[in-house]
């Protein structure tokens, strides 16, 4: 995307993640982007399908460009998106992976494990995640192959 580019973000966590979840939608807010809160909201046992599932809706169905998940580990969240398809979501753990999940991935969420990733890491991640632009060429074709049937 084009820098100084103002974009919405869905973003979303359960219990385990709704500490980080504050932190990057003030890092996304003070990037200049809308954010689009898919909960939860407090520190009650919650379950992770259910805000991976809203926040999947609101990327597919053009509220959100981008999508921001959060949980304990990341990996219950990034299961979950992915079985919608159309997302493409990446288990993110430093800046590396969140640069290459843009540019080779057209990664269009971003999960984060609360528990795993601190929150300095987290919110470079989240900065470079979406100032990475996807870099096409030959990973169209490989993006094309996750469509689904997928045979092998
Ligand atoms: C919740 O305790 C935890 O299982 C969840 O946050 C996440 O890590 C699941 O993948």
Redesign the pocket.
Known sequence: MADGESLVLAIGA?H??VGLKSLLAGEARALGHEVLDCGTASEASVD?PDFAHAVAAAVLDGRARFGVLV???G???SIAANRHHGIRCALVHDATSARLCRAHNDANVLAL?ARLTGEEVAREALRIFLATPYEGGRHDRRLAKLAPPVTV
């Open positions: 359960d385990g993640g992770y949980c304990g580990s990996i219950g969240m494990g």
